[in-house]
């Protein structure tokens, strides 16, 4: 089963917003649809803080390689992979989303049948 995503009914609404979107491509709608259907809506304040969330920077690390990234899951328009700044829209960022400190989360890799496995180990402050 996968991870409840907390978010604040704004963050749920524009959500949403991409969902519905024509300019969104169809496999990823499907995706912020999974994503909202296991949603919980808090207030901001009531938002848990040891779970990857819209906005808030998070340090994970690649499995086998031992690779260390610091991200943040953004909107579409603000995403930036040179700050670690991942799309909503993109893989790691629907995979990673709700996703709480400890878990392991395995992405696969288009072409070649393998899967990246990336562990999140804590969420940062703001």
Same mark, same amino acid.
């Given at each position: ?35 909202l *259907? ?5 207030p901001?304040?009531?938002?848990? @803080?040891? $779970?990857v969330? /819209?906005?808030? &920077?998070?340090? %994970? ?18 995403? *930036? ?10 893989p @790691?960022? $629907?995979?990673? /989303?709700g996703? &709480?400190?400890? %878990? ?23």
């Amino acid at each position: 089963m996968r991870n409840t995503v907390f978010l604040t009914a704004a963050e749920a609404a524009r959500l949403r917003e991409l969902a519905v979107s024509t300019r969104t491509a169809p496999e990823l709608r499907r995706s912020l649809h999974a994503v909202l *259907d296991r949603a919980e809506i808090r207030p901001g304040q009531a938002l848990p @803080a040891a $779970v990857v969330r /819209l906005h808030a &920077p998070f340090l %994970c690390i690649e499995v086998r390689h031992r690779e260390h990234f610091h991200w943040r899951i953004v909107y579409p328009e603000q995403a *930036d992979f040179g700050r670690g700044w991942l799309s909503v829209l993109s893989p @790691a960022g $629907v995979a990673l /989303l709700g996703t &709480p400190v400890g %878990c392991p989360v395995r992405l696969p890799v288009e072409g070649d049948g393998q899967a990246l496995e990336l562990l999140v180990e804590e969420v940062l402050p703001g």
